[in-house]
């Protein structure tokens, strides 16, 4: 999957940090949460997740990698064999799946312009002066040309980023 780039999570972070003090509260945290997935934790659930009451922008990246890089690594265990490998594209697909009904709000299986712009504009990556952005990026990546994406257009954007 296509990772945030830093300014992009600096700029969530600094949403988050609603007080200013340069830390974001498992509060902070849970809003986020609550805002971008129909999963939703409690604070009791989500502070052994995260393993303190609160982070700086360097645990904040810490964090968002943790909880977006796969676990598996190739320099702790031995070459992975067909089945550990088709078990991790699998899981990849999941995520990326579970990422793709995060966007497709309706849950028609298609990502529209729209659609794109709430869930960044609920992460703070959208304004509408950048709309254009949306209907460019899902157009570059619509293969069909009907002005959605759908799971595979989504996934191709994911692992071959435009820029």
């Not at 200013?20 to 939703?40: A, C, F, H, T, Y």
């Not at 810490?62 to 699998?90: G, H, Q, W």
């Amino acid at each position: 999957m296509s990772p945030l780039s830093k300014n992009d999570l600096h700029r969530i972070f600094e949403q988050l940090d609603k007080n200013g003090d340069g830390s974001v509260s498992l509060d902070d945290l849970n809003w986020l949460v609550q805002r971008i997935g129909p999963v939703q934790f409690s604070l009791e659930e989500l502070e052994p997740l995260v393993g303190k009451p609160c982070l700086n922008f360097d645990e904040f990246l810490f964090f968002y990698d943790s909880i977006s890089e796969p676990k598996a690594r190739s320099d702790l265990r031995p070459t992975s064999s067909d089945d550990e490998v088709e078990e991790e594209e699998e899981s990849v697909d999941g995520d990326l799946a579970k990422a793709f009904k995060v966007f497709d709000l309706n849950g028609d299986g298609f990502i529209s312009c729209e659609e794109l712009e709430t869930v960044l504009g609920r992460l703070g990556l959208w304004d509408e002066s950048s709309g254009k952005d949306c209907r460019t990026m899902i157009c570059f990546y619509d293969t069909n040309m009907d002005g959605m994406l759908d799971f595979q257009a989504f996934k191709h954007m994911m692992f071959h980023p435009s820029s």
